[in-house]
């Protein structure tokens, strides 16, 4: 694909597929494998896990941001936050959808993923946290030295800095952090990083650049660890 880079083994069991700006995760157990989102320019994922993991494959997603979508049209069904329906991207036909609920495990065999909710980025953004590796597959909302999407009818800064500051009381179960943009993986003192830049920006602390977003102006604030792009006030 234009612009693919594309699997990269990170354990024996664990595969990271790079295109020009976002990545997807193919996550396996004894049983069963889950692609954790289907790409951009990507759309034909479910080909391309197959290439490196046999195993009956399940579609999770993160959230439906056009960039983590491609290959949906691949799949009968897929797995995530009832509440990222109100997403346009999203598959709005009932049959298609399984709902993941906070706190749900999917059990691969062996190995266990459970779902966190993140709201923030969007309505149904989730995470899924490997029990056993304690690898955590963040989607968007963390995110070293990237650009983190916080503008929008569908976004909320407040919802974004209570769902990291839960996520900060759960770091001990936390050894990695795997996103699907920017730096690749990240160390568990991201999330804190992040909380404060936030909170500074809320508290009108952080200078900012205006921008235009997919035909939407923005304020881009540069708290280090990365930039927040959020409405204009």
Known sequence: MAGSLGWSAIDGHTWR???????????AGDERAVLLDSGMQTHDARDLAQQVCDLPLTLVHTHCDRDHV???GQFDEVWLSPAELVHPQAPHDFARVHPLWDGDVIDLGGRKLEVIDLPGHTPGSIALLDRSSGMLFSGDP???????????????MAAYIHSLERLRARADEIASIW?????????????????????????????????????????AYDVGVSVLLCDVR
């Open 17 to 27: 597929y790079d295109e020009a700006g976002v990545r997807f995760f193919l996550v």
């Open 70 to 72: 491609g290959s949906d």
């Open 142 to 156: 963390i995110q070293r030295d990237g650009r983190i999407f916080c503008f929008g009818p569908m976004r909320s």
């Open 179 to 219: 996103p699907c943009h920017a730096t690749c993986p990240v160390g568990v003192d991201t999330i804190d990083e992040l909380i404060e830049g936030a909170k500074a920006v809320e508290r009108d602390e952080v200078p900012y650049v205006e921008e235009e977003m997919h035909g939407t102006p923005v304020r």
